[in-house]
DNA sequence: CAGAATCCTTAACGATACTG
DNA sequence: CAGTATCGTTAAGGATTCTG
């Protein structure tokens, strides 16, 4: 189950370490609000590059977790919007973020004891 | 809420690029099964490295979702656990894995499809 | 047994400049 | 507007060697 060959749980791994990434979470919340053109994510992402972005839709296009439909128009008019496998992933990261958010306080309070912890061993 | 400089944000945000590394939700489900000592989750985990394997209990120690107890013993002894917090964790992460074995199908008909739509839009 | 220290390679990411 | 292409830096991770 945990073998790495095993193409699930290379699919499985990948997932995570797209939830871990630092964008696609950011990028999948704002979609869940509703469809929005490339920049109008810029905009609501202010931190992400326009190389991660475009590169974050990609991943997320490729997964089939976000439709991107282009109005050729000029200027030229990109959309993407969550699939329904898209939505339906939704629910698992927020419980992932509401148990982070729940826990905040210990975690803090758990690196500080270990910080201390450590500082009093290098000073002795 | 999702500006960078908020610390809860922040601590989100590491805490999701902790499940999105390579060894964190391995560890933490092998610890779901019980204690284990050092050698004995690198024998479970046998793709782990050996730093890797420290780095991962000592991130997850520092958050306190890991206990470790020494025994002083000659040969040392190591015991990993997970706290009660970890456990805690474990729902979350649990449903992020069952959404993913839920969908591999899905996933990868999305990805066979987009790759084959990449290979016909090269070869125009 | 349980690690710390070091070296090295690769991959992620940001910044910048350019394009249909 | 919505990208692509290129470059340079940083960080992640593996392999190896050494130690109490």
Redesign the pocket.
């Known amino acids: 189950m945990r073998d790495p060959t095993n193409p699930v749980c290379r699919t499985i791994s990948t997932l995570l370490?797209r939830i871990g990434?630092?964008?696609t979470v950011l990028v999948v919340q704002t979609l869940g609000q509703g469809s929005h053109?490339?920049?109008?994510l810029?905009r609501e992402i202010p931190?992400?590059?326009?190389?991660?972005l475009?590169?974050t839709?990609?991943n997320l296009e490729r997964d089939g977790l976000v439709s991107?439909t282009?109005t050729p128009s000029i200027?030229?008019?990109?959309?993407?919007e969550l699939t329904e496998l898209g939505k339906s992933l939704q629910k698992p990261i927020c419980g992932l973020v509401t148990w982070a958010m729940d826990n905040v306080g210990s975690i803090h309070a758990a690196q500080a004891r270990f910080d201390a912890a450590q500082d009093k061993a290098v000073a002795a």
Chains 1, 2 share one sequence.
């Open positions: 370490s990434d630092k964008w053109r490339f920049n109008e810029r931190s992400v590059s326009q190389r991660m475009t590169l839709l990609r991107r282009v200027p030229p008019r990109v959309d993407y």
